[in-house]
């Protein structure tokens, strides 16, 4: 068997007492491939450092995360277009539009977005999108850049099933994590319609700790509590969701 987390902070400070106890506790459960989002330039060197302690299960991206862009979010799309230029990366992400903490760097978000969607199409690379309280302006990105380029993933896909069903028309897979498992979290109730060959796996962590972890730190073993809810939603076994899933992943990352 062979899980695979699509989305994971494994460089945050919030691993640092803990990380090899923690990894081995998802190493040890069959999560075996981590794939570890970018957020800025400040915190490459930790991505890195990570890669270099897990070369065989740990695979980055690189990209600037919306709420990060800022008035220097020029020096940031800077530092992304080197470090691809420099070596390989697997995706580039998390990218995408949050105005749920500030509207006022919209535009900036808008053009950050759309410069790095073509960058990734250029090389061959799927996106990963970061998008919170703000569909409407990702899908009018998504329907301008629309072509045989672009796929990727809705990282933490929070949305109704239409705008699943939108999502995945523009050659998306859904990540499903923790929010699958809270009792408010309403995808639930519609995940049995989506084709699990759309979906594929994340954590997250540390944040979005599924349920009973919510609240606490989240962590890529947690991993198995949101396959347990596939489990129930899709009527599959673990192992049959785990495989698709993972395969999934490969179909996008291509590895």
Sequence with gaps: MNITDTHTH???????EDRDTMMQRALGLGVSRFFIPAIDSTHTKSMLDLEKNYPDNVFLMMGLHPTSVKENYKEELLHVKEMISSRKFH?????????????????????????QIQWAKELNLPIVIHCRDAFDEIFTILETEKDDKLFGIFHCFTGTLEQAQRAISFNMKLGIGGV????????????????LEHIVLETDAPYLAPTPYRGKRNESSYITNILDK?????????????????QNSKSIFGI
Excluded: C, M
């Excluded at 494994?10 to 640092?16: E, I, M, P, V, W």
């Excluded at 995408?96 to 509207?103: P, V």
């Excluded at 699958?180 to 084709?195: R, S, V, W």
């Design 91 to 115: 995706a580039i992400g998390e990218i995408g539009i949050d105005l749920y903490w500030d509207k006022s760097f919209l535009a900036k978000q808008q053009e950050a977005f759309k410069t």
């Design 10 to 16: 494994l460089y945050s400070s919030q691993f640092d």
């Design 180 to 195: 699958a498992t809270f009792k408010n979290g309403k995808i639930d109730k519609f995940l049995d319609q989506i084709p």
């Design 230 to 246: 596939l489990v129930d939603i899709y009527g599959l076994t673990f192992e049959e969701i785990a495989n698709i899933t993972t």
